[in-house]
């Protein structure tokens, strides 16, 4: 059997307040760890152009949040496959919120997606190809 511990610790390079982001790997457990440390608890006003945005994660888009010409993750042919349903009518705990962000052209890898009833029909729809 091999040894594959180590002791060199894993470091990462910051990925900074933003307020745009350019062809990068995101990893959102990163950026939210920097957006609270930085005073705040959602990650609001950024613009991700081209990234990979990468889980795993789940995401509570709140106002104002765009998902233009993104992929959003692998269905399997089922769009709800990416869409958790709160428990709760009043609130969820542990995904990361967003307000006001837009997302162009990403990838997204590991991520779910969470909000209202309507964001969640909403966003079934668009990725089943129905969205009117």
Known sequence: MSDTSTSDPITLTPLGPGPEYRNLHVWLPQLFLETTRAGSLIIENRTFTRCIIEGPAV?????????????????????QTLVLRPRSPQSVTGPIPLRNCRFINCDFVGVGFTGTERFQDDMIAALDGTAQ
Not at 65 to 72: A, K, Q, R, Y
């Open 59 to 79: 995401l509570l888009p709140l106002d104002g949040c765009d998902f233009d010409g993104c992929n959003l993750g692998d269905t399997g042919g089922d769009p």
